[in-house]
């Protein structure tokens, strides 16, 4: 009979019977299975306890045949080498693979069986053409040496390889084993001829051992020092530690992954556990926000063609409908299945920060279910690091640097979906014209990139699908009735749309007032919100922050002492949890009214005190907020009750958009049955009132050109700078698939789109920022525009273009006599310029301030521009006969502030000494910080401030972290605000 092939494989059958007796072993916690695998010499009884110590090579492998010691394994192995290699006439059936591998251990196709690489030798059962024998066939004592041999073989012998890589990375290889390498990949050429393939038309053909195989340095001691080393290498290694469990969990959760990316890929109706993603997934809403069922316009969504086709998509519900989870399945379903880049765009920082607090326990449990992905076997690539640099949440400014960063390195085609919360906000500002041309980049120069646009309110949906190319899904649904109401004087009247006015009269209020008290509360506040609280909860909307900080103090001034004992302990553990925030310090309207349950919610807030407030407002403790607009917009705090104080935000009267955006709030899902707004009007507004209420949803339009160095101007220059566009023909042709250009028809009444933007490159030109000319006869010509140093530096580093010659102007006088005693120099020029207009010094305090500084820093203030004399005279009234630059003068002032916060680090003590509120303070840290950076960028690119460069990357790192416990910096929190770094690739 012939004598069976040689069977290389490591054995797996369960229950099988060992061919060589082994001792009962104790397992220790900390030893290496390597250094815990014994084998009795003759089944004498258990063999002594080996330290689980590496620093000996004797002692690795326990009881198994040691390098200096007795050889009988590798004796083994040298015979059955000896008697393959003389037998010429087998018939070779190859069950495993034999790879002088690259110690990445990563096995390449089947087919190549024999790969050369570093001083490795891999052993790997392939358990689909694995040498199978018929159990009633004889077995020949070889084979049966053979599987006794391999399965004396160290237990991590297979994790040793795939770890190989990163544990033998920095190595080098001898020149003896480079030689020894040559020699090997001389023979393998012939190992790798189709008579010895198994896969080939040769397999049955005999092997050919001759002379080309016999190179001197290709003995059988070769695979004795290979084996000795992967040996070595092995017991060193350490050893995962998997479960039987985890194994299971990451079967089925693999299989699960698997079979969502096919769903996606082939659109099928069936959509698998969970729109396309495991069920765990499903688990995870259920356990974390208590989300059983989704609404049906939410499946409808879900579902809808378009989406399954990765089309762009807006779509638009009342707020509270549930729009955000929609999105969050979608981004989960393009991170975990198709594994692209995505990028969330929010229009404020508090909500960016809203955002990240309320996924934060929800994250933890993602990075487990992608840690649990990433462990199926190299099925799919590790995702778990990956995910945080992926998921990118951002407000409009951030996330249009990161898209300007990723087009520079030419990886837009990363970016496989952005997300884009408040769509409407494109009609306004200079937010709205940021986003408009991040969008516009995106849809220019990415063909592969999903944009999903959702808003509570919108109208002119037909140009914004233009823009976007996107399909549109409405629906008003609401999880709670809301109802609307006007109060005028003492009387109620329902909104209603079917009568003449608008207004129904419902009810007069049933409230007894004092003199005293009418005279306190004109507006009968006390009868709207006593009706509902403490029981319900009611949000009520002020023009101004000083009005919510107002009505919250009155209020409580005349509220029974009865709503003090409503959760009385829980009011005072917030009371002491904003004096750990404040060092200390509590504001004392705040210590007032939060044992009535109230509090007031505004930008002058510190983020730590936002945040205590917001989570006692969502847990009941408070149960009434005066607030400003600004929480309406993205802010997850719903009521029972909304009021609106008045009919404006700050001197403004309200829009339509920003009406629907505060009454929205009313109504809690699944906690109420309906939810109520009151607008209290003036007898004169009333008017203005019923054209609001009953009037339609204002129209986006662009800002492009409303805000001309932020918008139109910034756009050009970055076109230009980035190479998307370098002619005038092709700035045309972009410019035609912006907003502006779809509407161009409505905002360019005075001149042609074509005559804007030829006004605006020429603008830039003269600027000394854009160089080249444009053509006055034939604007299509091919005339190449190119970036100075200047203009390059403007758009690296964000910087406002109404400000930029200024900019290098201040950079330039620095370096004549930049003062470095102190920060003060490097402060003033990281302060922003944007907060200058709206900043109003105390000259009695600007005089004390400049009065404790040093010599040297006294005399920055006069380098800067603002004589001694100046502040002395403003101080003490003095009439001012010379001019001084106003917005200079602020700008010094706002750095006397931060040098202040950066020496104490205390935000209380220093809004205090300043006059200025916290949260003001606050902003102005966390805008310096970015602009400092934006400084260092626009630095980077010119050479003459070079010196810049390691003073302003300190000095911004000063700027955020000044004040640990009351910052929260976006760009420390994971796969928040990241950017890639320059010319990056992938």
Known sequence: ??????????????????????????????????????????????????????????????????????????????????KYLQDKNTNIKVAGEIIIGNQSGIHQKKQDNFSNSENVVVLKADKEDAFQMNENDPVDSNEELTESILDDLPSSQLLYFEKMGELSSGSRISPVSERRNKCV????????????????????????????????????????DHLKSAMTGNAKAQTLQVSKTKQLKEAVLSEELCVARKTIESSSVDIGPFYGLPSKVKDLFRQFRGIETLYEWQHDCLMLESLQQRKNLIYSLPTSGGKTLVAEIIILQELLCRQKDVLMILPYVAIVQEKVRGLSSFGIELDFLVEEYAGSKGRFPPIKRRIKKSLYIATIEKGHALVNSLIEAERIDDLGLVVVDELHMLGEGSRGAILEITLAKILYTSKNTQIIGMSATLNNVRDLQKFLQAEYYTNNFRPVELKEYVKIRDS????????????????????????NLEKADPDHIIALVTEVIPKYSCLIFCPTKKNCENVASMLCKYLKKEFRAHREKEKQDLI???????????????????????????SGLTNDERKSIEEAYSTGVLCLLACTATLAAGVNLPARR??????????????????????????????????????????????????????????CYSSLLLELTKGMQSLLLSLVGLKIAVTHEEVNNFMCSTLLGIQQQLLSKEKSLTEIIKDGLEDLIEKGLLKGRICEKDHNSKCTLTITPLGKATYKGSIDLAYCNLLYR?????????????????????????????????WMIYLKQFNQLSAAEQKVVDIVGVPESFITKK???????????????????????LYTLLKETNIWSVSEKFNMSRGYVQNLLNSAASFASCVLHFSEELEEFWVYKALLTELTKKLTYCVRTELIPLMEVAGVLETPPKNARQ
Not at 501 to 514: E, H, I, M, V
């Open 810 to 842: 201040d950079l330039k006088k620095g370096l004549e006599g930049l003062i470095l005693e102190s920060n003060l120099h490097l402060l003033y020029l990281a302060t922003p310029y944007d907060m200058t207009s709206n900043c109003s010094p105390d």
């Open 875 to 897: 101080a003490s009234g003095q009439a001012i006969r010379k001019n001084v630059d106003s917005a200079v003068v602020n700008r010094l002032y706002l750095s006397f502030v």
């Open 642 to 699: 909304v009021i609106l104080r008045a009919p404006y935000v700050a001197n403004d009267f309200l829009k339509k958009n920003q009406y629907k955006q505060m009454i929205g709030r009313a109504g809690r899902a699944g906690i109420d049955s309906a939810g109520e707004s009151i607008l209290i009007v003036q007898e004169k507004d009333k008017h203005l009132v019923q054209d609001l209420v009953n009037s339609p949803l204002e129209n």
């Open 1 to 82: 009979m012939a004598e069976p092939s040689l069977a290389v494989r490591r054995k797996s059958r369960p229950g099988s019977v060992s061919k060589r007796s082994r001792a009962p072993v104790q397992p220790s916690a900390v030893c290496s299975p390597v250094a815990r695998k014994k084998m009795s010499s003759g089944g004498e009884g258990p063999p002594a306890e080996t330290p689980c110590s590496n620093e000996s090579e004797e002692d690795m492998f326990g009881d198994h045949d040691s390098f200096y010691g007795n050889d009988s394994l590798l004796a083994e192995v040298d015979d059955i080498e000896k």
């Open 492 to 515: 109620i009247y329902a909104v209603d749309s079917k009568t003449e006015n608008g207004f129904t009269f419902s009810r007069l209020l049933n409230f007894k007032y004092s003199s």
């Open 185 to 224: 990949n001389f023979s393998l050429d012939k190992i790798r001829s189709p008579s010895f393939c198994p896969d080939t038309e040769h397999r049955n053909r005999p092997t050919d051992f001759s002379s080309e195989s016999k190179c001197d340095l290709f003995k059988t001691e070769s695979l004795k």
């Open 576 to 602: 002491k949890n904003l004096e750990n925030t404040g060092n200390g310090s509590v504001c004392p309207i705040l210590k007032q009214t939060i044992p009535f349950g109230i509090a007031y919610h505004h």
